[in-house]
C-alpha cells in the first residue's frame, strides 16, 4: 500500500483504516425510516467500494506516457525491481521477500496474450476482476501443472466470443477492468539480477500481435495531473453523488455477477446499479454529516460483522476464507480493501501476524524477546512455497538497524538448537557474535511482526502445526543502565548532527516572518537589507560585526529554481551561498574564485531535485537540500559610505529562473506573518523537548536529506528512529529524561561549558576557528558549536576572526586597566588584495561597548598615527586620551572585555609563516 498512492500489492493497514476508526458514535438520532435508507446507503458502498478504488488505483498506476518502476500504461506491465529497505518509505508494510510485477488491463477492445516464463523459483500470477476476486492463479501457487513451468495465457473479457489457441490457457475475466499481479521470490539484493532476468521473458501483448509474430511497440499513455494523488484519499474526498454515479458508471462495464442479485435488488432501491442515476436528494438535509459519520464507523462495523473470518492460532492471527475468492462475503471484501487491495487466497499465501507476546503485552524494543519454533513446527510450505518473518515498527514501516536485515526466512543461515528447534532473537541490541544469524533487529519502539507463509499447506496448518511461541527474556539491572547509557550517546550524537538543520529551519521561520521587506526580515526567497551600521544599541545579535553591512535572503527551492546576481562593486562584496546544514556549497563575488571579484555574475540557484538546463552565461550553484541561505557582506567605509552600500544592495537580484528569463517586471509575492515565529531562534530550538526536537529533524531530513558522506551516522542514529521521516519515540529514554536532556544540553552550551574551545588554534595570545569551518565534511561536533556561536561562519578563505581575552601575563583583560595593542612594523593583520581588517572590543555580554566618541572598532581605514618605528600601538581603556592620540583610542570599558580582529580574505600563508600576532601590553 502507497503512503502516497496505493500499492496493489501487498495486503496492509491504511490510514484509511485510522480514520475510520476516529470513533464516532453511530447513533445519529434518526427515525427508523432513515436508519432503513442509510442502512441500503451503507450496504451500496461497501459492495462497490472495492470498485471503486481499484478504478481510482487504475487511473493512478496508468497515469504516464511510458512504463517507469512505478506507473504503466494501460495493457503495459510494470516491474518494481527493488529490494526495499528502512530507507523506502512509500510502501507501508513493504514485502521484502518479493519482487513485484503488475498490470492494469482493459480488456473492453482486445483479448491479451500473457506469457509466464520458465522460473528457478516461486512465481506466482494473480488475475483479479474489477471487484477483486481471484479469477485465476498461474505459476506458483496454481492448483494445476508444474509450477515452474512456462505458461500462455489468454486473458478474454466479458465480450470474448474468439477461439481459444491451441497451447494456451483462458483466463476469461467477467469485467473489462483486470489486474495481474506477479509476486517472484528474491534472495537478496544480489539475486535481483536473476529476478530482472525473469522479468525480461514476461509478455504482454494483444492477441493479434501475439499471433502475427510482429515486434510489438506498445501505445504510449496519456498523463493527467488529476489522478497523481492518492487514490484512497481521491476516493474519500468524493461526496455521496460522485461516489454512486462512479460505481453505477463502472458496473455498466464491469457488470456485477448473477450471485449479487439479491444485494443489488437492495441497493437499486436507492439508485445504485449498473447505468442508474444516483439522487443526492434522497439523503435529506444532513446528508453530507450522516455520510461522514457513516465513514468513520464504517471500518469498526465491519471488523465486528466480519470477525468470523479471522483466525487465532496462538500470538497470532490471520485473514482467513473466503479472502480473495470473495462469493458474496461484502462485508469481509469491502473491509479487506479498505486495509489492502489484491489480497491472495489462502491456497496462495497466508499472513499471520502478532503485535503481543505469549503474555498478551505489547510487543517493545524496550523488551528482549524469543521466538521460538519447536521441531519440526517450522511454518509448512508445499512445493516451492516458502516463509518468512518481517519486522515493523509502529510506522509499518521496517525498521533501521546496523546489520541492515528486515526479516528471517527458510533461506537465512540461522543456528538451530540441539533438540532441533529455533530461537529467533527479537531485540534491539546486538547480541553476541554467535547468535547474530538468529537475530532480527526490532528498534526501540513498540513493533509487530508479520509471518508469511507463500503455498501454505492448509491441511497440516489446520490440524498440526503448532505457531511460534514469543516470550519476553528478562534483563539485568547491569545490562539495562549499559543499555541506557548507549541510548543517550546515540541521542546526544543525533542532536549534534542535526542542530544546525533544526536551528536553520528556526532562524529561516523567523527571519522570513514578515509580509513585506524589512531592514530586519524578509519573505521566502527575498532579500532583507541592513541599512546602518550596528552601534553599541543595537542588541539583537552578539558580536556585530561593524565592518560590512549584511543583505541575507533563505531561500526554498522545493519548487523553483532562483536566478541571483550579483552586481559589479568597486568594494568587498561576498556572497556565502548555505546549504541546510551550514555548509557552504559557494561563495560569489569577494573570496569566490573569479578573476575580477569585483565583477557582476550571475548564478542560478538550484535544489536537489533540478532537472533544467542551465542557460549560458549563468553560474550553477547546485544545492542539495531544498532549503538554503544565502548571506551577503559589502564592506562600508562608515556613515558617509551607506547610499553607496544603498545602491549596491538595490542592483543586487534574487527571481525565480522563469521570471528571469521572461525579462518581464517581478514583482514578488507577499509573505505572512505568524506570532508564534517572533522568538530567539536559538532560545527556541533549546527549549524543545527531545520528542519535539527529533521530529522536527526527522520531518525536516525528508527535504534536505544527509549528504552520502553521512551514512554512518545516519545508520547509527537510525536505531532511535532519527532520520529522514522517522517517527521518533521519547519512551525509549528513562523516565528523568528531561533531566538527562538538559544535561546534554548544558553540556554543549558554550556559555557553561569551555567545550566549544576544543575547536579552536592559537594564534599568539588569540585563538580563531580553523578550516574545516564552514567546509564542515563529517566534523559534526564542529559544525553543532559554531551554529551556537557563530551561525553562518566563513570558510577561513573568506574571513578569519582571532579573539582574545587575555593580556600577554595571560591575565584576563578588564576596563579597569589600560592596555596597548602592538603591531610590530610591517606586521599589521595580512590580507590578500581585496581584503581588509579590524579589531572591535566587545563587552563581558558579547555586545558593543558605550563611548563618547561612538568609536567601536580600528580598521585598515582608519586615520590612526603610527610610531616612528613603523609600528603601530592601539590603546584600549576606558578613559578619552590626549587629543593627538584618539585617533589610535579603541574604547573599552570598566568591565571585563575581548577583542576580536576580524580579517577578510586573509593571506593563510603568511598568517601560518612570518607573521607577529599582535600583544596586548598592560600599561
Given at each position: 500500500m502507497l503512503k502516497n498512492g496505493i500499492n496493489p500489492f501487498i495486503l496492509v493497514l491504511l490510514g484509511l483504516f485510522l480514520l475510520f476508526t476516529s470513533g464516532v458514535s453511530a447513533d445519529t438520532g434518526t427515525d427508523s425510516g432513515d436508519k432503513d435508507l442509510w442502512k441500503s446507503i451503507e450496504d451500496a458502498y461497501v459492495y462497490c467500494f472495492p470498485l471503486v478504488i481499484v478504478d481510482a488505483t487504475m487511473k493512478n498506476r496508468t497515469n504516464t506516457e511510458e512504463a517507469t518502476d512505478l506507473k504503466a500504461p494501460v495493457n503495459q506491465l510494470i516491474?518494481?525491481?527493488?529490494?526495499?529497505?528502512?530507507?523506502?518509505?512509500?510502501?507501508?508494510?513493504?514485502?521484502?521477500?518479493?519482487?513485484?510485477?503488475?498490470?492494469?488491463?482493459?480488456?473492453?477492445?482486445?483479448?491479451?496474450?500473457?506469457?509466464?516464463?520458465?522460473?528457478?523459483?516461486?512465481?506466482?500470477?494473480?488475475?483479479?476482476?474489477?471487484?477483486?476476486?481471484?479469477?485465476?492463479?498461474?505459476?506458483?501457487?496454481?492448483?494445476?501443472?508444474?509450477?515452474?513451468?512456462?505458461?500462455?495465457?489468454?486473458?478474454?473479457?466479458?465480450?470474448?466470443?474468439?477461439?481459444?489457441?491451441?497451447?494456451?490457457?483462458q483466463i476469461a475475466i467477467p469485467t473489462d477492468m483486470a489486474w495481474i499481479i506477479i509476486r517472484t521470490v528474491v534472495n537478496g539484493s544480489e539475486d535481483l539480477p536473476n529476478v530482472e532476468a525473469i522479468q525480461d521473458r514476461m509478455l504482454l501483448v494483444p492477441l493479434n500481435v501475439y499471433l502475427s509474430n510482429e515486434a510489438y511497440i506498445p501505445e504510449k499513455g496519456t498523463y493527467n495531473a488529476e489522478y497523481d494523488g492518492d487514490p484512497i484519499d481521491y476516493v474519500l474526498d468524493m461526496s455521496p453523488e460522485e461516489f454512486f454515479s462512479t460505481a453505477n458508471n463502472l458496473m455498466v462495464t464491469n457488470p456485477p455477477p448473477s450471485a449479487d442479485t439479491a444485494i443489488l435488488k437492495d441497493i437499486q432501491s436507492v439508485n445504485v446499479g449498473p447505468a442508474l442515476t444516483f439522487d443526492k436528494t434522497i439523503l435529506g438535509t444532513d446528508g453530507e454529516k450522516q455520510w461522514k459519520v457513516m465513514l468513520k464507523n464504517l471500518a469498526p462495523a465491519l471488523t465486528k460483522q466480519t470477525a468470523e473470518y479471522m483466525i487465532s492460532s496462538g500470538d497470532w492471527e490471520y485473514y482467513g476464507?473466503?479472502?480473495?475468492?470473495?462469493?458474496?462475503?461484502?462485508?469481509?471484501?469491502?473491509?479487506?480493501?479498505?486495509?489492502?487491495?489484491?489480497?491472495?487466497?489462502?491456497?496462495?499465501?497466508?499472513?499471520?501476524?502478532?503485535?503481543?507476546?505469549?503474555?498478551?503485552?505489547?510487543?517493545?524494543?524496550?523488551?528482549?524477546?524469543?521466538?521460538h519454533i519447536d521441531k519440526g513446527m517450522l511454518p509448512p510450505v508445499l512445493h516451492d512455497g516458502f516463509w518468512s518473518f518481517t519486522v515493523y515498527g509502529g510506522d509499518n514501516f521496517l525498521i533501521p538497524n546496523e546489520i541492515n536485515r528486515y526479516?528471517?526466512?527458510?533461506?537465512?543461515?540461522?543456528?538451530?538448537?540441539?533438540?532441533?528447534?529455533?530461537?529467533?532473537?527479537?531485540?534491539?541490541?546486538?547480541?553476541?557474535?554467535?547468535?547474530?544469524?538468529?537475530?532480527?533487529?526490532?528498534?526501540?519502539?513498540?513493533?509487530r511482526i508479520n509471518m508469511r507463509i507463500y503455498g501454505p499447506d492448509l491441511d497440516k496448518i489446520r490440524s498440526s502445526w503448532k505457531t511460534p511461541h514469543i516470550q519476553e527474556v528478562q534483563v539485568s539491572p547491569e545490562e539495562s543502565e549499559m543499555n541506557a547509557t548507549k541510548v543517550w550517546d546515540t541521542v546526544k550524537d543525533a542532536y549534534i548532527f542535526s542542530y544546525p538543520l533544526v536551528l536553520m529551519d528556526a532562524t529561516m521561520a523567523e527571519h522570513t516572518n514578515t509580509i513585506e521587506p524589512t531592514d530586519e526580515k524578509a519573505p521566502v526567497n527575498q532579500f532583507q537589507h541592513d541599512n546602518q551600521l550596528k552601534n553599541a544599541d543595537w542588541r539583537s545579535v552578539v558580536s556585530p560585526n561593524v565592518d560590512t553591512l549584511y543583505s541575507q535572503a533563505f531561500l526554498d527551492l522545493n519548487t523553483t529554481a532562483l536566478v541571483f546576481v550579483k552586481p559589479r562593486t568597486d568594494r568587498f562584496c561576498s556572497a556565502q551561498v548555505m546549504d541546510a546544514y551550514s555548509n557552504t556549497i559557494d561563495v560569489v563575488g569577494s573570496g569566490g574564485g573569479a578573476v575580477n571579484p569585483e565583477d557582476e555574475e550571475i548564478?542560478?540557484?538550484?535544489?536537489?531535485?533540478?532537472?533544467?538546463?542551465?542557460?549560458?552565461?549563468?553560474?550553477?550553484?547546485?544545492i542539495p537540500t531544498d532549503m538554503a541561505w544565502i548571506?551577503?557582506?559589502?564592506?562600508?567605509?562608515?556613515?558617509?559610505?551607506?547610499?553607496?552600500?544603498?545602491?549596491?544592495?538595490?542592483?543586487?537580484?534574487?527571481?525565480?529562473?522563469?521570471?528571469?528569463?521572461?525579462?518581464?517586471?517581478?514583482?514578488?509575492?507577499?509573505?505572512?506573518?505568524?506570532?508564534?515565529?517572533?522568538?530567539?531562534?536559538?532560545?527556541?530550538?533549546?527549549?524543545?523537548?527531545?520528542?519535539?526536537?527529533?521530529?522536527?529533524?526527522?520531518?525536516?531530513?525528508?527535504?534536505?536529506?544527509?549528504?552520502?558522506?553521512?551514512?554512518?551516522?545516519?545508520?547509527?542514529?537510525?536505531?532511535?528512529?532519527?532520520?529522514?521521516?522517522?517517527?521518533?519515540?521519547?519512551?525509549?529514554?528513562?523516565?528523568?529524561?528531561?533531566?538527562?536532556?538538559?544535561?546534554?544540553?548544558?553540556?554543549?552550551?558554550?556559555?557553561?561549558?569551555?567545550?566549544f574551545l576544543s575547536f579552536t588554534e592559537n594564534l599568539g595570545d588569540w585563538v580563531y576557528y580553523p578550516y574545516p569551518i564552514a567546509e564542515w565534511g563529517t566534523d559534526y561536533p564542529y559544525r553543532a558549536i559554531i551554529a551556537q556561536v557563530a551561525f553562518g561562519a566563513n570558510p577561513t578563505y573568506v574571513a578569519i576572526?582571532?579573539?582574545?581575552?587575555f593580556d600577554t601575563e595571560n591575565r584576563k583583560v578588564t576596563g579597569k586597566n589600560r592596555y596597548i595593542l602592538h603591531f610590530d612594523k610591517g606586521m599589521l593583520p595580512p590580507v590578500l588584495q581585496g581584503g581588509f581588517w579590524s579589531v572591535t572590543a566587545y563587552g563581558s555580554d558579547s555586545f558593543l561597548i558605550k563611548n563618547e566618541i561612538d568609536r567601536y572598532c580600528i580598521n585598515d581605514r582608519?586615520?590612526?598615527?603610527?610610531?616612528?618605528?613603523?609600528?603601530?600601538?592601539?590603546?584600549?581603556?576606558?578613559?578619552?586620551p590626549d587629543d593627538d592620540l584618539v585617533s589610535n583610542w579603541l574604547p573599552i570599558g570598566t568591565d571585563d572585555f575581548h577583542l576580536i580582529m576580524r580579517m577578510y580574505l586573509p593571506d593563510i600563508k603568511k598568517i601560518d609563516g612570518e607573521w607577529a600576532v599582535p600583544e596586548i601590553v598592560k600599561q
Open positions: 516491474y518494481n525491481n527493488m529490494v526495499l529497505t528502512a530507507d523506502n518509505r512509500v510502501v507501508v508494510s513493504p514485502n521484502v521477500d518479493n519482487i513485484y510485477s503488475s498490470a492494469f488491463l482493459n480488456l473492453n477492445t482486445s483479448a491479451m496474450v500473457f506469457v509466464k516464463p520458465e522460473t528457478d523459483r516461486y512465481c506466482s500470477v494473480q488475475f483479479l476482476d474489477a471487484y477483486t476476486n481471484t479469477v485465476d492463479v498461474v505459476g506458483s501457487g496454481s492448483r494445476t501443472g508444474d509450477s515452474q513451468d512456462e505458461v500462455t495465457c489468454l486473458i478474454t473479457g466479458r465480450n470474448y466470443e474468439g477461439v481459444v489457441p491451441d497451447g494456451m490457457k476464507d473466503p479472502i480473495g475468492d470473495w462469493g458474496t462475503a461484502y462485508a469481509y471484501r469491502g473491509l479487506v480493501a479498505i486495509k489492502g487491495l489484491g489480497a491472495n487466497p489462502t491456497y496462495v499465501a497466508i499472513y499471520p501476524e502478532a503485535d503481543t507476546d505469549s503474555q498478551g503485552e505489547q510487543l517493545s524494543g524496550a523488551n528482549r524477546y524469543l521466538l526479516c528471517i526466512n527458510d533461506r537465512s543461515n540461522v543456528t538451530y538448537n540441539e533438540d532441533g528447534s529455533l530461537d529467533i532473537l527479537l531485540q534491539n541490541e546486538k547480541p553476541d557474535d554467535d547468535r547474530v544469524g538468529n537475530w532480527l533487529p526490532v528498534g526501540t519502539d513498540d513493533f548564478c542560478l540557484i538550484t535544489g536537489r531535485n533540478y532537472e533544467g538546463a542551465i542557460p549560458q552565461g549563468m553560474t550553477h550553484i547546485s548571506v551577503i557582506r559589502t564592506v562600508c567605509n562608515g556613515p558617509d559610505d551607506l547610499p553607496t552600500i544603498e545602491a549596491i544592495q538595490k542592483q543586487l537580484l534574487l527571481v525565480p529562473v522563469d521570471d528571469y528569463l521572461s525579462k518581464q517586471t517581478y514583482l514578488p509575492p507577499k509573505g505572512r506573518y505568524n506570532a508564534e515565529n517572533d522568538f530567539n531562534p536559538g532560545d527556541y530550538v533549546a527549549a524543545m523537548s527531545p520528542e519535539e526536537y527529533f521530529s522536527t529533524a526527522n520531518r525536516l531530513m525528508v527535504t534536505n536529506p544527509p549528504a552520502p558522506a553521512d551514512a554512518p551516522i545516519r545508520e547509527e542514529i537510525q536505531l532511535i528512529n532519527v532520520g529522514p521521516g522517522l517517527s521518533f519515540d521519547g519512551t525509549i529514554l528513562p523516565e528523568d529524561a528531561q533531566t538527562q536532556w538538559n544535561e546534554m544540553l548544558d553540556s554543549m552550551n558554550p556559555v557553561l561549558s569551555t567545550y576572526y582571532p579573539e582574545t581575552a582608519s586615520n590612526v598615527t603610527y610610531s616612528g618605528d613603523g609600528s603601530l600601538d592601539i590603546l584600549l581603556q576606558n578613559e578619552k
